[in-house]
């Protein structure tokens, strides 16, 4: 089925490990994000893309890096993990930057840094 | 920045009745986006509805409608003949008109009873 898909779907993290979630969008959309949800505080926006080789810094970029080398995927990397970066990761796509179409949202990856 | 303010953190409703969730925000624009957004407990994040600031028509879509109460800066979404199947969190979110930020609330928790 056509969609937005994230990997992994499930990760346990040290403390000061890297690594890297790929989100993968085969509708031909322009636009990505990269969202973290958080208990009672809805999602914040990482970090987004407007199109092939740009990005641009949402409300929490820190401590984390994306990069967008092909149209259909949407890479958010985290260099060195902390506990503060436990949560779940969601990445989104859309047609139109005002969401005309609205967005659509992959199934999530939750994070655990111990 | 923009701000989305959800002040019902659980509601409940028997199956078949009617409930309503609120939603205010706070922005200074004057041309912006308005979402509803169903999480299951599947994780999968699933589009509503949406209404644009400019258009005074509330949205509706089958058994989901809103009342959009511009000057008020309140969006409030209505589910009619509630089913089990929406027994979800629902996220209101603020879209700017740039549409470059997609601000969500903290959600609500919405338990349909049988």
């Known amino acids: 089925n056509a969609g937005v898909t994230q990997t992994p779907k499930f990760r346990v993290l040290k403390t000061g490990q890297s690594m890297t979630l790929l989100c993968a969008q085969d509708?031909?959309?322009?636009?990505m994000y990269w969202y973290r949800q958080d208990p009672g505080m809805g999602l914040r926006l990482i970090h987004y893309?407007?199109?092939?080789?740009?990005?641009a810094k949402g409300e929490v970029p820190d401590g984390y890096n994306v990069s967008r080398l092909k149209k259909q995927n949407f890479l958010l990397g985290l260099e060195s993990a902390a506990p503060s970066q436990t949560s779940v990761y969601f990445c989104?796509?859309?047609?139109?930057?005002?969401?005309?179409?609205?967005?659509?949202f992959g199934s999530g990856t939750r994070l655990t840094v111990v | 920045a923009q701000t989305v303010t959800q002040s019902q953190p659980e509601m409940s409703v028997q199956e078949a009745e009617t409930v309503t969730l609120s939603c205010t925000y706070d922005?200074?624009?004057?041309?912006?986006?308005l979402f509803w957004y169903k999480q299951p407990p599947s994780r999968q994040m699933i589009l509503v509805i949406r209404?644009?600031?400019?258009?005074?028509q509330n949205a509706t879509e089958n058994r989901f409608s809103v009342n959009f109460q511009k000057a008020a800066k309140s969006f409030s979404l209505k589910i009619s003949d509630s089913q089990l199947g929406d027994t979800a969190m629902y996220f209101c979110?603020?879209?700017?008109?740039?549409?470059?930020?997609?601000?969500f609330g903290g959600g609500t928790r919405l338990m349909v009873k049988p």
């Open positions: 509708m031909n959309h322009e636009y």
């Open positions: 893309s407007v199109g092939e080789g740009t990005t």
């Open positions: 922005t200074s624009e004057n041309n912006y986006y």
């Open positions: 209404q644009e600031a400019y258009k005074q």
């Open positions: 989104a796509s859309s047609y139109s930057l005002q969401g005309q179409s609205g967005y659509t």
């Open positions: 979110a603020f879209m700017n008109n740039a549409g470059n930020m997609l601000t």
